[in-house]
């Protein structure tokens, strides 16, 4: 760790700051594996969010899309939780 603090005041003479609060100041960089992996997962829910909002507003007309996808998302965190939906509602 101590050869690796070394490096990195090395690296950056002109700046006295470079570590704050015992951390290194900046921001990561998204690299190209994890940009790529990141933004296909974004994508992915992205497109199922909107075929689902398209297919409830094709069925409802008058419904409310929003409140749709809330109890879609309540559903889902039921099932993955292994609970049932009307239990965790009672909980909101």
Do not use: W
């Amino acid at each position: 760790m101590l050869q690796e603090i070394i490096r990195i005041k090395n690296e950056h003479p002109d700046d006295s700051q470079c570590f704050v609060n015992d951390r290194v100041k900046g921001c990561l960089k998204v690299t190209r594996a994890f940009g790529a992996g990141f933004l296909k997962n974004v994508c992915h829910i992205s497109f199922e969010v909107v075929s689902n909002v398209e297919s409830f507003m094709e069925k409802f007309p008058d419904g409310d899309p929003a409140q749709h996808l809330i109890e879609e998302l309540l559903f889902h965190a039921a099932d993955k939780a292994g609970k049932m939906f009307f239990l965790l509602y009672l909980f909101l």
